[in-house]
């Protein structure tokens, strides 16, 4: 009996966001977190930011990762054109 290629991967849930707890050194967060507002970012975005710019550069980020997603209100949706 074949399997329909549906089936036989594994489904995949919809992507959530990971936490991670990660130690900083006081002045080195203190530091990021200037930075981060400098460039109106939280500063949780800012890391996001600058660990995929790093796994970028190297060669490393995953093809199938999304954008970071955007905060706020969603754009308004505009009217097609006739």
Same mark, same amino acid.
Request: glycine share 8%; net charge positive; no cysteine.
């Given at each position: 009996?074949?399997?329909?290629?549906?089936?036989?991967?594994?489904?995949?849930?919809?992507?959530?966001?990971?936490?991670? &707890?990660?130690?900083?050194?006081?002045?080195?967060?203190?530091? &990021?977190?200037?930075?981060?507002?400098?460039? &109106?970012?939280? #500063?949780?975005?800012?890391?996001?930011?600058?660990?995929?710019? #790093?796994?970028?550069?190297?060669?490393? &980020?995953?093809?199938? #990762?999304?954008?970071?997603?955007?905060?706020?209100?969603?754009?308004?949706?505009?009217?097609?054109? #006739?």
């Amino acid at each position: 009996m074949t399997v329909p290629p549906e089936e036989s991967s594994p489904r995949r849930r919809p992507q959530q966001r990971k936490q991670v &707890l990660l130690r900083l050194d006081p002045l080195v967060y203190d530091a &990021l977190a200037r930075w981060a507002g400098d460039e &109106l970012r939280s #500063a949780n975005a800012q890391i996001e930011f600058l660990l995929r710019r #790093a796994l970028a550069e190297a060669g490393r &980020l995953p093809g199938g #990762a999304g954008p970071i997603p955007r905060r706020g209100r969603p754009p308004a949706e505009q009217e097609p054109e #006739a």
